[in-house]
T-cell receptor
């Protein structure tokens, strides 16, 4: 199956600054890249996604970038708040048939 | 929004026993999945299921694991017999395949503790 690498595994940023998480994938057939946020003891929830026909997508303070040539995609959280502290998982999917997740990034926003 | 329900939320059993984890996916979804997560680590794919069949499974999906969805009822993950390393949170997920959404909806998880 698809392999998704996610870095960094741990990220600490100051409140108000930006946080960036990077993922790479191997299968060029992957065409859908969602990002999930997981709070402790809860289930992962979709926060933003991007399809292969796009290079950039923004929802409020969340920006995702996709570089299909390099097989890389990234999540950028601008103006981070303490409520952004959580685990973040990237995933890659081909045709929504299966979703392969990265190992996760533990983000801590320091007030 | 759409909800995936999982029963039980927590189960403690002795090694060697059988366990069945139940999932009630979103009603019009077509693809169903099980993921295993150990202590806030990576979501590891186990299996996906479509049209009554296993479509793909990972190496983690051992011979002791099985899935089914008899007559459109619960989508179940059965482990028989259980081993200590099966202790984890098991997340069920479902998605609507073939449309633009494709979003994966997760249940709240079933925490399995094997003693």
């Amino acid at each position: 199956g698809e392999q998704v690498e996610q870095l960094p595994s741990i990220l600490r940023v100051q409140e108000g600054s930006s946080a960036s998480i990077n993922c790479s994938y191997e299968d060029s057939a992957s065409n859908y890249f969602p990002w999930y946020k997981q709070e402790p003891g809860e289930n992962p929830k979709l926060i933003i996604d991007i399809r292969s026909n796009m290079e950039r997508k923004q929802i409020q303070e969340l920006i995702v970038l996709l570089d299909k040539k390099a097989k890389r995609f990234s999540l950028h959280i601008t103006d981070t708040q303490p409520g952004d502290s959580a685990m973040y998982f990237c995933a890659a999917s081909e045709g929504y048939q299966n979703f392969y997740f990265g190992k996760g990034t533990s983000l801590t926003v320091i007030p | 929004g759409p909800k995936v329900l999982q029963i039980p939320s927590h189960q403690i059993i002795d090694m060697g026993q059988m366990v069945t984890l139940n999932c009630d996916p979103v009603s019009n979804h077509l693809y169903f999945y099980w993921y295993k997560q150990i202590l806030g680590q990576q979501m590891e794919f186990l299996v996906n299921f479509y049209n009554g069949k296993v479509m793909e499974k990972s190496k983690l999906f051992k011979d002791q694991f099985s899935v089914e969805r008899p007559d459109g009822s619960y989508f179940t993950l059965k482990i028989q017999p259980t081993a200590l390393e099966d202790s984890a949170v098991y997340f069920c997920a479902s998605s609507l395949w073939g449309l633009n959404t494709g979003q994966l909806y997760f249940g709240e998880g079933s925490k399995l503790t094997v003693l």
